[in-house]
Structures are given as structure tokens and as C-alpha cells.
């Protein structure tokens, strides 16, 4: 799947007209029609195909997400000179329609729930020669729009939800965070009864079994239902599912090579095969553009950069034969990288200020001496590592703590660091301080993978003005952070008027 082009992009273009057709209202002989459409397995096909497409969207995974979801929270922050887009970073929300830090966003995520609605609007009709065959592809629709209404659960949380096809004068309900999550969980929950435990050859990339019950985990965490989420990773970690699962070399999760390996649980495929402008034509951009964004100045555009706190947390503890912790040098670009790792950026000496760090995940300095748009690294948006370290805070907050060192130690082992309770005798049973040391667990293990913003949520790190204050420490943005207001951002204010059923998020 890494490398194949989509060949056809369902745009949502079909139009339902009850009215007589005049001279000025025919259909076009190079766009099929929606009766046209529809009606092989190969349609079907290539209908769950544009559903990927999306993820090369500036909206979604290409781009603009990763500001929501890393500059936001403690680990990142922007100096971009464009000053809004810096302000959207900082929780400084003045225009609502702001397209790059939220229209966008919000109108990409609705426009791949609308190809999600039309394949399982459509294909249940389809005559297929393979019943399994057309289940699977209910599943990776279902699961896909379980994907979309997760981030839109943690972006705007009050996201109308529309699980049919819409016309341009429908005006979806209101819908609460309760609501939108029990969609969440129905989606994924019929996913996993669908989906293949693995997928060979060019499928590969699409959605299994264990990315559904792991999706429908991290769902129940977010929600705190501890025992649910327990029970839906129990088929990664200990379960039916676990012999597809392991830890790899730590780089490999970050770089083109080694690819779809086994501690990916869903990864984005991204190619280079089409150096043009991201659209929804078949030969459109596939790339990934976190790269040039994030990149340190001079190599890319540099609007998005990490906190240095991640680099005096990963030389607190050395490793069992005294070195550095290997993650470092692989997750962040920062003045001391080439004396203590032998690593220069992108091929030249630090030339920036002595406080600054950038993130080197999925960067390309390996192979690359600048950036561009078409960064063909895949995003491993969850990967085993995140599954064994949320399997073990399930497990604690179960009351099970003694149960849960053996998921982080699997993590720490990996990176040659001391078994947990050898490092940190004092937690023991302590189910607050393994809580706490497990936050820092995840902040080195996983900083820069889009992550955080949903761990801080979950931690209830954002719900009030203490506990946000103990945030600023780490990141002077959370300073602005209003309590029971930024938790969420706003709804786009045209999606607002537009929309009689709509109201604005709270305190905004």
C-alpha cells in the first residue's frame, strides 16, 4: 500500500436532484455520476481508497495536525513569525476561522467521515463474490471514521456527528464529548469483529484486528474506563493478537526504512512518488510535511520546535553501562547532539541558539542535508511501545500497580535502562507516584508523536488552574491556559452561523 497511487478520489460530488434537468443542468461526461458509481467490488475498492487519501490533506496528517497536537502541549511551542499561527500554538484564539489552525482541520476531518459515510452507505448494496471480503471493507470505513471522530474528540470535543450522507442544506445536531466517544467505541468495537489479524503484500498498511482494539483502548483511557481498556489491549499484550507485536530498534519507528515492523500497530503511509500540490487528483502530493515545519531554520520553515526540559529529563538517568539515553539522540536536534552522540544536524555543526531543541523524529537528516513537502517517512501514529506503557497505567489505575512494572520495564529494557523499581525503589505500590513517574515514562519514550495533548487530558493535568500552573513550570505557553475553556478548541465560528443547531464551544 506504501507506494501505490489511489486511482480514484470519491469527492463527494454526487448530486441527488429531485428537480427536471434544464439545458444548463446536465452531467459532465468526465465525472461519473453517483448512479454510475457504486456498483462492483472494484468501486467499493476504490471508494475505501479515498478514505486514505485523506491523511495527505493539509488538514490532516500531512500538516496542520501536528500543530494541535505537539505545539500545544508541554513538549513543543512555536517562535513562527507568522504571528497567529504562533498564537493557535500558545492558546491565544482571536479569529475563530483562523483556516490554518482550525477551518481546515475541521473541514478535512468532516470531509473524510463523508467518504467513510459513503462507502458504508454504499457497499453494503454491492454485490461481492467474497462476503469476508466486503466485511473487511465495512471495517477499515468503520474503523477509519473511529479514527477521525478520536482526534475530533480530543480537538473540539462537542463535534456534531453525521454518520450518513449529507447535503449541503443538513444541519447536523449538536453532539456532547459522551456522545461523540460512545461513536467512537460503536466504530471501532464492529471494526475489530471485521478486521484480519494482519494484511499481506500491497495491503499492508491498512488497519487490523490489534490497531482496532488498540484505538478502541486508547478511546476508554480518555474516558478513564480503566477495565475496558485493560480488556481491549489485553489482545495486543497478552491476547490473541500478541505474537505480531514486539519492540524494535528504537530509530526504525522514526525513518523510511524498516517500515510497517512489528512494534507498528497503525502507521500512516506516506511515498514521494508525486512531487506536486496536495489536492485530490491522482497524481497529488502523498508526502508528509511535519519535516519542513519542524525543522531547525534554514533547513525548513521552523514554526514549530521542542521544549528543552525533554533534554535535561533524558540525561537525568544514565543507562546500566553509563551512557545517555539513546532516545535522545534519535527524538530531539539540540546543542550538545554532536558531543554526546558524534551526530551533527542535517550535516553541519549547531548554528542556532544554545537553548533551543527541534524535534528529530521523522526528520530526514539521516539521508538529507535540507527538507521539502514530500517526505515519504510513514507516521506510526500508535505503535507498541505507547500500547505497553498505557497497558501499564490501566493496570495501575486498577489498583494493580505491582502487575504494571513489567510493561514499562519492557520499554525501558529496549533502551538499556534499569528495570523501574531498581531505578525508583521508592514508588513500590504507590499508585500516585508510579502515576507520576509514568507520565515521564511516556514524555521520553514517545515526545514529538503526537501523543501528549491526550495524555495531559487524560492525566486531568488540565482541569484546573493548580494543575496547569505545575505544566507552566515545564512550558511558559500553558500560562494562558483558561481551565474548562482551552481543554477544547472552539468550533469554527462560520460552521456556528451556518449551523441554527450549533452552539459555540463553552467560555469561548
Not at 254 to 282: C, L, Y
Amino acid at each position: 500500500m506504501k507506494k501505490i497511487l489511489l486511482t480514484l478520489l470519491i469527492t463527494g460530488t454526487f448530486v441527488i436532484s429531485s428537480c427536471k434537468k434544464s439545458l444548463l443542468d446536465q452531467d459532465n461526461p468526465n465525472t461519473l455520476t453517483q448512479e454510475q458509481f457504486w456498483k462492483t467490488e472494484d468501486d467499493a475498492q476504490k471508494g475505501v481508497n479515498a478514505i486514505y487519501h485523506m491523511f495527505y490533506q493539509p488538514g490532516s496528517w500531512s500538516r496542520w495536525i501536528y500543530f494541535r497536537l505537539d505545539l500545544t502541549s508541554d513538549e513543543g511551542f512555536s517562535k513562527s513569525p507568522w504571528i497567529e499561527l504562533a498564537d493557535w500554538t500558545r492558546f491565544q484564539y482571536v479569529n475563530y476561522n483562523f483556516f490554518e489552525g482550525n477551518q481546515v482541520s475541521y473541514r478535512d476531518t468532516y470531509k473524510a467521515i463523508f467518504r467513510c459515510n459513503q462507502v458504508l452507505t454504499y457497499v453494503p448494496e454491492i454485490t461481492f463474490a467474497d462476503q469476508n471480503k466486503k466485511a473487511r471493507m465495512l471495517g477499515e470505513a468503520k474503523f477509519l471514521r473511529g479514527l477521525y471522530y478520536y482526534y475530533a474528540a480530543l480537538l473540539w470535543e462537542n463535534f456534531p456527528i453525521v454518520t450518513t450522507i449529507q447535503s449541503p442544506t443538513d444541519m447536523p445536531q449538536q453532539s456532547s464529548l459522551a456522545q461523540v466517544w460512545a461513536q467512537v467505541e460503536k466504530d471501532l468495537s464492529e471494526a475489530a469483529d471485521v478486521l484480519p489479524a494482519q494484511w499481506n503484500g500491497n495491503d499492508i498498511g491498512r488497519p487490523t484486528k490489534g490497531a482496532a482494539f488498540a484505538l478502541l483502548g486508547k478511546t476508554y483511557m480518555q474516558q478513564r474506563k480503566w477495565a475496558q481498556a485493560k480488556t481491549a489491549f489485553d489482545y495486543l499484550v497478552t491476547g490473541a493478537g500478541a505474537g505480531f507485536y514486539d519492540l524494535v530498534d528504537y530509530k526504525d519507528n522514526f525513518r523510511a526504512e524498516n517500515e510497517n515492523n512489528k512494534e507498528s500497530v497503525f502507521e500512516i503511509q506516506f511515498s514521494d512518488a508525486n512531487k506536486t500540490a496536495e489536492g485530490d487528483g491522482p497524481s497529488s502530493n502523498m508526502g508528509n510535511n511535519r519535516a519542513q515545519f519542524f525543522a531547525p531554520r534554514s533547513i525548513g520553515w521552523s514554526d514549530g520546535q521542542a521544549r528543552n526540559w525533554l533534554v535535561d529529563e533524558f540525561k537525568k538517568e544514565k543507562t546500566l553501562d553509563g551512557k545517555i539515553d539513546q532516545r535522545l539522540r534519535y527524538s530531539l536536534f539540540y546543542p550538545g547532539l554532536e558531543a554526546d552522540f558524534g551526530d551533527k544536524t542535517y550535516g553541519r555543526s549547531w548554528q542556532w541558539d544554545a537553548d533551543e531543541a527541534w524535534f528529530r523524529k521523522y526528520s530526514r537528516d539521516y539521508m538529507r542535508t535540507n527538507e521539502d513537502y514530500f517526505s515519504q517517512v510513514n507516521n506510526r501514529i500508535i505503535r507498541f511501545a505507547d500500547i505497553l506503557l498505557m497497558y501499564a497505567e490501566a493496570n495501575n489505575e486498577l489498583g494493580q500497580t505491582s502487575a504494571a512494572y513489567q510493561y514499562v520495564n519492557r520499554v525501558r529494557q529496549r533502551v538499556n535502562l534499569a528495570p523501574l523499581a531498581t531505578a525508583y525503589p521508592a514508588i513500590g505500590n504507590d499508585q500516585a507516584l508510579f502515576r507520576e513517574r509514568l507520565k515521564m515514562e511516556r514524555a521520553l519514550e514517545l515526545c514529538g508523536e503526537s501523543v501528549r495533548w491526550a495524555d495531559l487530558k487524560r492525566w486531568g493535568d488540565l482541569d484546573t488552574q493548580a494543575a496547569v500552573a505545575k505544566v507552566a513550570q515545564r512550558d511558559p505557553d500553558f500560562n494562558n491556559f483558561v481551565p474548562g475553556k482551552h481543554i477544547r478548541l472552539p468550533l469554527p465560528q462560520i460552521e456556528v452561523e451556518n449551523n441554527k443547531n450549533l452552539k459555540q464551544n463553552p467560555n469561548y
